[in-house]
């Protein structure tokens, strides 16, 4: 009999081997099971002892299948629970939410923004002329720290003048970095994670956030080479939405390329932007000759380079490169191409209706229609 109940434990030990934990009636079932020869239990004892605990919240000891038919239950074997990463791409419906909304506010603001600047450089026009003439009659100074900034400024491209604020932006956002006590904060929210709670915010905010001084200088010498050209093209305000939009769209691209490949981590930098700024000035400009600062010597086209750069960073992304966040590069690219072959027309130049509505909007106050007539010129 011993040698019956020894069998019948050790061969129901072997079946739920595989099984991590399974419930039955009340108690628990773990994988390993103690089997080892003993006397066989008298009657009295043989339907009490074997369903007993030996210890309260420990190993159990399991009943053979005889006892367990006369107590009016059956041991059942669950199969093994089967788990299966599944990757959360329905975290990604917030982003891809504020993806669209902040790109419609970026040209919504910058089409407002251009409708204001036209119409105070037309009501401050005679301003400016006295303003001159005042400045030729006042006594010149000296070593003035103040006029020796604004002829510099003066002297640098409209296109220069636009970046100057974004390279000092993310200048700040260096030295950020360099206070130990916001660490945690410049984590939290100036690099981009798909796996981190914060996952909007960061994807602006990232844009201007650098950590290495080489990776910002590169990135800013990158932005100040192309400024004029892309600000020639595009004027100040529309370049600053496509600038800001370009930050969160190349980061949305990384936040899909990471959660299908499983590959997650923080990323940071302007590159996905700047490449969208590199990405329109060489589709719309393909003849324009390049140089490496490096290597001065060796020039190529703006198409030959667009082409080069894509297939680096399309190669990357399949890969698995890590040394760059290829897929936000890839993003930046796709858009910067896509915005100056069919976006400028599909967005920029249908502007006209929230252009007029805010003209209505603004000439409704009292007075209001001086200052209508001073500005409100249709379509700009």
Not at 55 to 77: H, N, R
Not at 121 to 140: I, N, T
Not at 353 to 370: D, F, N, Q, Y
Request: proline share 4%; aromatic share 12%; with cysteine.
């Amino acid at each position: 009999m011993a040698w019956r109940v020894c069998l019948q434990r050790w061969t129901l030990g072997g079946l739920l081997s595989h099984t991590s934990q399974g419930k039955t009636k009340g108690f628990t079932i773990y994988t390993q099971q103690r089997c080892g020869f003993r006397k066989a239990p008298r009657k009295a004892e043989s339907k009490k002892g074997e369903m007993e605990m030996e210890e309260a919240g420990s190993k159990q000891t399991v009943p053979s299948e005889e006892a367990a038919q006369k107590k009016g239950y059956s041991i059942q074997v669950e199969p093994p629970a089967v788990h299966i990463t599944r990757r959360s791409f329905g975290k990604l419906l917030k982003p891809l939410v504020f993806t669209v909304g902040f790109t419609g506010c970026s040209f919504g603001t910058a089409a407002i923004w251009q409708y204001e600047s036209l119409k105070s450089r037309v009501q401050s026009y005679f301003d400016e002329v006295r303003a001159d003439w005042m400045e030729k009659l006042r006594p010149q100074k000296q070593g003035d720290v103040r006029k020796e900034v604004n002829q510099w400024w003066n002297s640098l491209s409209e296109g220069q003048r636009t970046v100057t604020g974004i390279i000092g932006l993310n200048a700040l956002v260096f030295c950020l970095w360099r206070v130990p006590s916001l660490q945690r904060a410049m984590m939290k929210y100036f690099t981009s994670n798909p796996s981190s709670k914060a996952l909007c915010l960061p994807m602006i905010l990232s844009t201007f956030s650098h950590f290495s001084l080489f990776h910002m200088a590169a990135n800013m010498y990158v932005l100040w080479s192309f400024s004029s050209s892309i600000v020639s093209m595009l004027g100040p305000e529309q370049f600053m939405a496509v600038y800001l939009s370009a930050g969160v769209i190349s980061t949305f691209g990384s936040y899909v390329a990471k959660t299908a490949s499983g590959r997650l981590g923080p990323s940071l930098g302007a590159s996905g932007a700047i490449m969208t700024v590199l990405a329109a000035v060489c589709t719309k400009m393909p003849e324009a000759m390049l140089a490496v600062i490096f290597l001065p010597m060796f020039t190529f086209t703006a198409g030959s380079a667009l082409k080069a750069i894509v297939a680096m960073d399309a190669a990357g992304l399949v890969l698995g490169w890590k040394f760059f966040d290829h897929a936000a590069h890839l993003g930046g690219a796709l858009f910067g191409i896509w915005y100056v072959t069919y976006g400028h027309e599909l967005i920029w130049k249908n502007r006209e209706p929230l252009v007029k509505m805010w003209h209505e909007l603004r000439t409704k106050g009292p007075g209001g229609g001086a200052a209508g007539g001073a500005g409100g010129t249709g379509t700009f």
